[in-house]
């Protein structure tokens, strides 16, 4: 079985400073870990993966997400927030050889002027 | 490439009807699926199609049912609407072809509600 966790509700962060948004996998196997974001009445945004090789992905937005095996964690980041950040940030994990992604419940990100 | 594309974007049911939710893939993607997303809740997989042909059901599939008779198209129909299935739906697709290396892309989304 493949499974998220997103252990956060809600998220605040002042506009300038750094953001962070959890997320922490369950998986057998090597995982495939992806990144969604979703402005309010929008679909979801891919944001970033991780497949394999280097540990830190860069994608969109000036997001970065760094993959660590030991901690089971793919955590998203962005080194200054910005207001338009502000939206509901998803986590997917994919275990090789499975159809579908298992999401995370999801993060809302307040960015705060 | 438009991408997925979704209609309607909003519907209002009365407790019993039926409607079909449209959705649309032009990238030549295998996989399907269709989502629903409550507040608060995340998204929970309703169906799935790996190709034409081939659907199987996800998490939540009581109420909906779906057919995919060409590699474009995976509609969602609701036999008799009910209250609980008032959300937002969500149809993604992605290639398949490459295990996880491809990226899931999902439609702008169906409003509905159903009163």
């Known amino acids: 079985a493949q499974s998220v966790a997103q252990p956060e509700d809600q998220v605040n962060v002042a506009e300038g400073n750094p953001l962070t948004v959890k997320c922490t996998y369950s998986v057998s196997g090597n995982p495939y870990l992806f990144w969604y974001v979703q402005y309010p009445n929008r679909g979801l945004q891919f944001l970033l993966k991780y497949i394999t090789g280097d540990n830190l992905v860069k994608g969109s937005y000036g997001f970065e997400a760094e993959f660590n095996k030991s901690q089971t964690s793919f955590h998203l980041k962005k080194p200054s927030a910005l207001v338009s950040d502000s939206a509901l940030y998803f986590c997917a994990v994919l275990a090789y050889g499975n159809n579908r992604l298992a999401f995370g419940k999801g993060n809302q990100v307040v960015v705060i002027p | 490439n438009a991408g997925v594309t979704q209609t309607p974007k909003f519907r209002i049911l009365k407790i019993g009807q039926s409607m079909t939710l449209q959705c649309t893939q032009d990238?030549?993607?295998?996989?399907m699926y269709w989502y629903r997303q409550d507040p608060g809740m995340g998204l929970k997989l309703i169906y799935y199609?790996?190709?034409?042909?081939?659907?199987d059901k996800g998490e939540v599939p009581n109420g909906y049912n779906v057919s995919r008779s060409t590699t474009e198209d995976f509609p969602l129909r609701l036999e008799l609407a009910a209250p609980s299935q008032t959300s937002v739906y969500f149809c993604?697709?992605?290639?398949?072809?490459?295990?996880?290396?491809?990226?899931?892309?999902f439609g702008p989304g169906t409003r509905l509600t159903v009163l």
């Open positions: 199609s790996v190709g034409a042909g081939i659907t």
């Open positions: 993604a697709s992605r290639k398949g072809s490459g295990g996880a290396t491809d990226t899931q892309y």
């Open positions: 990238m030549n993607h295998n996989y």
